[in-house]
């Protein structure tokens, strides 16, 4: 079992910037894909970016060129830079971890507006 605790979420300007840490802990062996996913009230959850252990990351189309996703293996951690956030960032962000099966944080809450 590998839990996952996030931090970093609050309120924030447009335009504004905020850093999202996540930290894995427990029963871990060996951890594949880590990355970060959101959930806007009344939507589906959707993938933002996601991290394999080479350092290749993907990122939702609606992100890329404003977030960057960052991992260390050795500390397990994975942190999410946001910059030039939008209202439409607004949302619940879950840490995501693979080992053995799809691992997720409780949710950390981020909300654009001025």
């Known amino acids: 079992q590998v839990q996952l605790v996030e931090s970093g979420g609050g309120l924030v300007q447009p335009g504004g910037s905020l850093r999202l840490s996540c930290v894995a802990s427990?029963?871990?062996?060996?951890?594949?894909?880590m990355g970060w996913y959101r959930q806007a009230p009344g939507k589906e959850r959707e993938l933002v970016a996601t991290?394999?252990?080479?350092?290749?990351?993907n990122y939702a189309a609606s992100v890329k060129g404003r977030f960057t996703i960052f991992r260390d293996n050795a500390k397990n951690t994975v942190d999410l830079q946001m910059n030039s956030l939008k209202p439409e960032d607004t949302a619940v962000y879950y840490c995501?971890?693979?080992?053995?099966?799809?691992?997720w944080g409780q949710g950390t809450q981020v909300t654009v507006s001025s």
């Open positions: 995501y971890a693979f080992q053995a099966r799809a691992n």
């Open positions: 427990g029963n871990i062996y060996i951890i594949y894909g």
């Open positions: 991290i394999g252990r080479s350092g290749i990351a």
